[in-house]
T-cell receptor, first 112, second 114 residues
Framework: DAKTTQPPSMDCAEGRAANLPCNHS???????VYWYRQIHSQGPQYIIH???NNETNEMASLIITEDRKSSTLILPHATLRDTAVYYC?????????????FGQGTILTVHP | EAGVTQFPSHSVIEKGQTVTLRCDPI?????LYWYRRVMGKEIKFLLH????????ESGMPNNRFLAERTGGTYSTLKVQPAELEDSGVYFC????????????FGPGTRLTVL
């Protein structure tokens, strides 16, 4: 799986949009971009994934550049409960390629 | 729909003892994964079941770790004998087989070996 690079930490004011960047310059054509987060010591929580088109769900939006070498996770209205470690993972989909490879992630702190 | 459940939530054992962790995946999920996070380190993959078969066990640290998934439902991860470096949080995840294979994680089991 391709390696990803994320800033170690970011801050965001409550109510504002949090934009978390991820570089994956060696991503292959069949690799998806996944985002997970881990709040305190809870289990990682799935947020969103995409291949090349921008995606949106009830939690977040995912913007992938046209060359697919980077992406941005957007939390449109961050709350204090969004404080967590956010992981950007690239991975081929399908049973044979199962495992997720976690890096250090970005520690997002949302402050009042 | 119930999520992935893990038992126990915490376990404290002495070095040399045996501990068995259990994971119940989301109903209907044939893929089951084990991961762990040791203090200060990244979350690392341990192994992957498809139903009752081990698809990938490349992350298992050594032969003190034994994972089973008899019947293709719940899974157990046994550590025997436990060592100090086995302390950490053990996560289980499950997913459907096929294209919709997003992994959903359980709350984890925190293992402390004294």
């Amino acid at each position: 799986d391709a390696k990803t690079t994320q800033p170690p930490s970011m801050d965001c004011a409550e109510g504002r949009a949090a934009n978390l960047p991820c570089n994956h310059s060696t991503i292959s054509g069949n690799e998806y971009v996944y985002w997970y987060r881990q709040i305190h010591s809870q289990g990682p929580q799935y947020i969103i994934h995409g291949l090349k088109n921008n995606e949106t769900n009830e939690m977040a939006s995912l913007i992938i550049t046209e060359d697919r070498k980077s992406s941005t996770l957007i939390l449109p209205h961050a709350t204090l409960r969004d404080t967590a470690v956010y992981y950007c993972i690239v991975r081929v989909r399908g049973t044979s390629y199962g495992k997720l490879t976690f890096g250090q992630g970005t520690i997002l702190t949302v402050h009042p | 729909e119930a999520g992935v459940t893990q038992f126990p939530s915490h376990s404290v054992i002495e070095k040399g003892q045996t501990v068995t962790l259990r994971c119940d995946p989301i109903s209907g999920h044939d893929n089951l994964y084990w991961y762990r996070r040791v203090m200060g380190k990244e979350i690392k993959f341990l192994l992957h079941f498809v139903k009752e078969s081990k698809q990938d066990e490349s992350g298992m640290p050594n032969n003190r770790f034994l994972a089973e998934r008899t019947g293709g439902t719940y899974s157990t991860l046994k550590v025997q004998p436990a060592e100090l470096e086995d302390s950490g949080v053990y996560f289980c995840a499950s997913s459907h087989v096929g294209s919709s294979d997003t992994q959903y994680f359980g709350p984890g089991t925190r293992l402390t070996v004294l």
